[in-house]
């Protein structure tokens, strides 16, 4: 049997440019699942459906991190003015538990479809984050 390299959540380094800019290291990545529109056929005098496929989608991908307002603040204007716009290449790749990068990245393009700055609460001391998220094209390399 194989040895097997087991992760976890916490062992992925994920990357973010948009319009060649570096965004460096995001904490947090959700969506990006490949998935497929389905098309059935069903024959007559009875016979079992027959799958024909379908076309490929690619669902939208969400970034999140630490709001540290020294890195982040002065961006979220330029980052507002690329919502619909801003071409995006985003890396997700495994690292070992030594943190080291691991195979190749798996790579998102698509565009920056929307950007939520951090909540505000006067009685939470809870961490804030800056999320973005991204429509994805049709392809994952």
Known sequence: MPNSAPTRDDTWLV????????????DALDGGEIDSDESKYRPGG??????????????????????????????????????????AVIGRQPLDVNGIPQGSPTRYTGTLKTVTPPPVDSMSNDATKIELEFTIDGTVS
Do not use: F, K, M
């Open 15 to 26: 990357s973010l440019s948009i319009d060649g800019r570096d965004l460096e290291v995001w």
């Open 46 to 87: 009875l016979a079992a459906e027959i799958s024909l496929g379908g076309t490929r989608t690619v669902g939208n991908v969400t970034l999140g991190r630490n709001y540290d307002y020294l890195r982040d603040h002065p961006i979220v204007p330029w980052l507002v003015s690329r919502v619909g716009a801003g071409r």
